[in-house]
């Protein structure tokens, strides 16, 4: 893992995000994603410098629309926003994952969630 994954995992782990369980590492078909929360369908990447070269990209891409494929939403974001401003983006995996779980965790995870006029970068 690298240093922007495993400060995030230390958020993550054990429910520490609104009681969301979150594997790391996940293997999911040929694919290995960052972060996975199961009962939002969600998988969280840490993008850092070398998700930008050309062939990074194209894989990323390949990856995001397998997993599009089986209802599972990629949610990307950049190593340098964990490392700044953690809140921010902790914010941005609960906003993805309050959109994407189902109606009977969704409250749960919408209680700790940022007001769309309370703030919060997304």
């Not at 062939?55 to 990629?74: F, P, Q, S, V, W």
């Not at 914010?91 to 965790?105: E, G, K, M, N, V």
């Amino acid at each position: 893992m690298t240093l922007p994954e495993v400060v995030l995992w230390k958020v993550l782990r054990g429910r520490g995000l609104n009681g969301l369980k979150f594997r790391r590492q996940h293997a999911y078909g040929p694919y290995i994603l960052d972060f996975y929360c199961a009962e939002a369908h969600l998988a969280v990447e840490v993008d850092g410098a070398a998700h930008h070269e050309q062939g990074t990209r194209e894989y990323d891409r390949e990856r995001d629309a397998y997993c599009a494929r089986y209802g599972i939403h990629t949610l990307r974001i950049s190593a340098r926003l964990v490392l700044k401003d953690m809140t921010a983006a902790t914010d941005t995996i609960l906003a993805a994952a309050a959109s994407r779980a189902d109606p009977l965790h969704h409250a749960r995870i919408r209680a700790r969630s940022p007001s769309p006029d309370g703030g919060g970068s997304f």
